[in-house]
Nanobody
């Protein structure tokens, strides 16, 4: 397991923005796929976005055009910029680090950060 440290959640009104950050150990950051998942009450955890070491990005349809994932190798940190937030984005957001060359690996998880969007 890899220790991931998340920050940046909070309460925001609909239409507002937040930026989530997730720090990972420097020795693994350069090769892992980093991702953000979220879990709303009563729902399954779902992928929001991920970014490979090649910088290839993948987004859930529900956040395309509103959220942007990026990574800073020098800081071994992955970011999730969330714009035009909506109440349905309310959830606990989890950072994930996964080794893409290991078939079927779920990866390591952060403890989660709460994002609440009021209408």
């Amino acid at each position: 397991q890899v220790q991931l440290v998340e920050s940046g959640g909070g309460l925001v009104q609909a239409g507002g923005s937040l930026r989530l950050s997730c720090g990972a150990p420097r020795n693994i950051f350069g090769t892992t796929t980093m991702g953000w998942y979220r879990q709303a009450p009563g729902k399954q955890r779902e992928l929001v976005a991920n970014i490979a070491s090649t910088l290839r990005r993948n987004y859930a349809d529900s956040v395309k055009g509103r959220f942007t994932i990026s990574r800073d190798v020098a800081k071994s940190t992955v970011y999730l910029q969330m714009d035009n937030l909506q109440p349905e984005d309310t959830a606990v957001y989890y950072c994930n680090a996964r080794r893409p060359w290991v078939a079927g690996e779920v990866g390591s998880w952060g403890r989660g950060t709460q994002v609440t969007v009021s209408s």
